[in-house]
């Protein structure tokens, strides 16, 4: 079973090297939107390995969050003030 | 039989997964690693919700992974439409390989 949350972990170091290495910040964006799309399976995994059913409501959560943050973030590149 | 299903379409999501995080290290240009990433990953990730339905039936986990399944398709496309096109209007040029009419980035 570790081998899927070791699998996990190559799919998430890949995303942090393209935040870090991103040249624009739209990359970064993109890779942190990325980032919580492969934590939510990660915590769909747990519950589903360890049975607690609690880690599904983190997961649904961190879709909605993530949703809304990618939306900040796309807003936030066009540069144009927040009133239009 | 179910669950057989279930863990096939979770190692599945998997691979969409690991391709999409390759495609987002790998592609040369913005556009490209928005296009691989959000479609492979929201691919891979929502296998993989379908897949632990199959698998716990309709317990409490399956139920929540199908509703996480639906926020995440309502979510994820949209959120990738949203950042192409502010990653469009922040002036950020595809790479030259890309062949584009003339008047297409004028406004850009």
């Known amino acids: 079973m570790n081998t899927i949350f070791i699998f996990l972990g190559i799919c998430i170091f890949m995303c942090i090297y393209r935040i870090v290495k991103g040249p624009t910040p739209a990359d970064r964006s993109v890779a942190i939107d990325i980032l919580g799309l492969v934590i939510i399976v990660y915590c769909v995994f747990y519950s589903l390995i360890t049975g607690i059913d609690f880690y599904m409501n983190i997961a649904i959560a961190w879709s909605i969050i993530g949703f809304v943050s990618s939306l900040t973030l796309a807003k936030f590149l066009e540069g144009r003030k927040f009133d239009d | ?108």
């Open chain 2, 1 to 108: 039989m179910i669950e057989i299903l279930g863990w096939f379409l979770i190692f599945n999501g998997l691979c969409f997964i690991f391709f999409g995080c390759l495609g987002l290290v790998r592609m040369p240009d913005i556009y490209c690693r928005l296009q691989t990433a959000t479609k492979c990953v929201t691919f891979g990730a929502g296998s993989i919700l379908f897949g632990t339905f199959l698998i716990s039936g309709f317990s409490s986990i399956g139920l929540k992974s199908i509703l996480c399944l639906i926020f995440l398709f309502l979510n994820s496309p949209t959120a990738s439409h949203a950042l192409a096109y502010g990653a469009f209007f922040s002036g950020v040029k595809p790479v030259e390989k890309t062949e584009i009419e003339e008047d297409f980035l004028k406004d850009a």
